[in-house]
């Protein structure tokens, strides 16, 4: 079993378990979305500016690994023609199950975001991707992917995570981790995540995550920064991530 095997049966199982990233949303949610009421996250607790969408209707939407029918129903909601790829059955299932519920229709796709997408060259207008190549060893060529399916002139919006979770214990009071965290690499680091029923993560530099987009030929149009939500380091107002707003220039 490989490394993204791994991670899709943990994420299947924080599922069973109530995870707040497998919640999908309920109706009075989704009808709030259609008379214009509506917020979506990449990050944990900041929602994103509206103006980073603008007018969605009409607009063609890859949510990648964004199933579990959260941020796939808004956009539905608000008239964009949506696509949903994740590696995750249960998030999938979600996914299926809430666009049954409310009527709509979407591709959804199970796939592995590391390879390449099964997508035709510029057939976005948005990549939407919340935090998620924490569970990836390298993330460049999932930039180069996105780059690829995006129209000209279309936008990748997606969250990522600091280097910052990955040096600290599991209270976040002590620096134990060299960087970069790799548990295909570091025996060590692998026992801590098994230890916590983590999965498979990496850590990703600002050079990997900010300077990948610039080198898959984004050009970046905005940021923020975002903290865990909770524990010690949120309560210190210590920024674990970051969402980036990049644009495909047009041709």
């Known amino acids: ?10 994420i299947d199982r924080w599922i069973e378990e109530g995870w707040e990233w497998g919640k999908p949303i309920s109706h009075e949610v989704f009808e709030k979305a259609k008379n214009g009421n509506w917020e979506l996250f990449l990050t944990p607790t900041k929602p994103v500016p509206h103006e980073w969408f603008g007018d969605l209707k009409g607009k063609r939407i890859l949510g990648l690994a964004s199933g579990g029918g959260q941020q796939m129903p808004i956009f539905a909601a608000l008239g964009a ?4 790829l994740d590696y995750s059955e249960k998030q999938i299932e979600s996914e299926r199950m809430v666009a049954e519920r409310e009527g709509y229709d979407i591709r959804i796709i199970r796939g592995d975001m590391t390879k390449r997408l099964p997508f035709e060259d510029g057939e976005f207008d948005i990549v939407f991707n919340p935090v998620s190549n924490c569970y990836v060893e390298e993330v460049l060529p999932i930039w180069k992917e996105c780059y690829r399916v995006l ?46 029923d983590a999965g498979v993560q990496f850590s990703h530099s600002l050079e990997e995550q900010i300077g990948g987009q610039l080198r898959a030929g984004f050009t970046l ?9 909770e524990g010690r380091l949120h309560e210190l107002g210590i920024p674990t991530f970051i969402a980036m707003r990049s644009r495909k220039p047009l041709d």
């Not at 023609?81 to 949903?84: G, Q, R």
């Not at 002590?174 to 680091?189: C, E, G, M, V």
């Not at 149009?221 to 939500?229: F, P, Q, V």
């Open 81 to 84: 023609e949506c696509t949903v």
């Open 151 to 196: 129209k000209a002139g279309g936008y990748l919006i997606a969250g990522t995570d600091h280097y910052v979770n990955y040096l600290v214990d599991e209270d976040e009071e002590r620096i134990i981790n060299s960087l970069p965290f790799n548990p295909l690499k570091n025996p060590d680091q692998m026992k801590q995540l098994e230890e916590q």
């Open 1 to 10: 079993m490989d490394y993204q095997d791994i991670n899709a049966k943990t």
């Open 221 to 229: 149009m905005d940021l923020y920064e975002d903290t865990n939500g």
